[in-house]
Nanobody, 124 residues
Framework: QVQLIESGGGLVQAGGSLRLSCAASLRTFSSVGMGWFRQAPGKEREFVAAISWNSGSTIYADVVKGRFTISRDNAKNTVYLQMNSLKPDDTAVYYC?????????????????WGQGTQVTVSS
């Protein structure tokens, strides 16, 4: 059974930074794309960032481009999301997910395993 455990969320002031981590118990981790999504209260889950199996390709939602950076360490089966210049609109539960493809995708239907999520709250 695949387990994804997110950590690193918390409360931060606007303009601050957080680094999310997602540890995956997945033997094929190094061959699959990984993604981060988020869901704010009363809103649908939305794509944030994704990375290819070898870190060669990354994609971002326009609203986080230039502020967030996704990375991965295949030796540790872990994917990260560095979030800088945080805004109150970034407040949400953040989820990592395993993509069914080796390259990054913004489409949630292409992700087959999801973590429980970690809360990020940005105060103004």
């Amino acid at each position: 059974q695949v387990q994804l455990i997110e950590s690193g969320g918390g409360l931060v002031q606007a303009g601050g930074s957080l680094r999310l981590s997602c540890a995956a118990s997945l033997r094929t981790f190094s061959s699959v794309g990984m993604g981060w999504f988020r869901q704010a209260p009363g809103k649908e889950r939305e794509f944030v960032a994704a990375i290819s199996w070898n870190s060669g390709s990354t994609i971002y939602a326009d609203v986080v481009k230039g502020r967030f950076t996704i990375s991965r360490d295949n030796a540790k089966n872990t994917v990260y999301l560095q979030m800088n210049s945080l805004k109150p609109d970034d407040t949400a539960v953040y989820y990592c997910a395993v993509c069914g493809l080796s390259y990054p995708s913004p489409n949630s239907y292409q992700y087959h395993h999801w973590g429980q999520g970690t809360q990020v709250t940005v105060s103004s």
